[in-house]
């Protein structure tokens, strides 16, 4: 079992950032892939981002690309995203995940096996 558990979110301007970070416990953080996913009211939960175990390698929708970034640290068994130049369609809930897929990046939700509680990121125009 992995936990995690999202924060960082808060109520920022458009232009503003944020950054969030996903504390994980339980087993072996540094075996799994993690992502994040953001759900906005009314829509489904779409993927923003991916990181391999390792870090080496990174993965964006297209709708974050170049301004948001994912990162992890291992020794600290902490994922995070950095989401610069905000935009009011970047609001919504923000979950993080981890995945057993360690092999390739994966943007399907399904491959994911634990999941966070999500923390709500609200843009203002």
């Known amino acids: 079992q992995v936990q995690l558990v999202e924060s960082g979110g808060g109520l920022v301007q458009a232009g503003g950032y944020l950054r969030l970070s996903c504390a994980a416990s339980?087993?072996?953080?540094?075996?799994?892939?993690m992502g994040w996913f953001r759900q906005a009211p009314g829509k489904e939960r779409e993927f923003v981002a991916a990181?391999?175990?390792?870090?080496?390698?990174?993965y964006y929708a297209d709708s974050v690309k170049g301004r948001f970034t994912i990162s992890r640290d291992n020794a600290q068994n902490t994922g995070y995203l950095q989401m610069n130049s905000l935009k009011p369609e970047d609001t919504a809930v923000y979950y993080c995940?981890?995945?057993?897929?360690?092999?390739?990046?994966?943007?399907?939700?399904?491959?994911?096996?634990?999941w966070g509680q999500g923390t709500q990121v609200t843009v203002s125009s």
């Open positions: 990181i391999t175990w390792n870090g080496r390698n990174t």
């Open positions: 995940a981890a995945s057993s897929a360690t092999a390739y990046i994966t943007t399907r939700s399904n491959e994911y096996n634990y």
């Open positions: 339980g087993r072996t953080f540094s075996s799994y892939a």
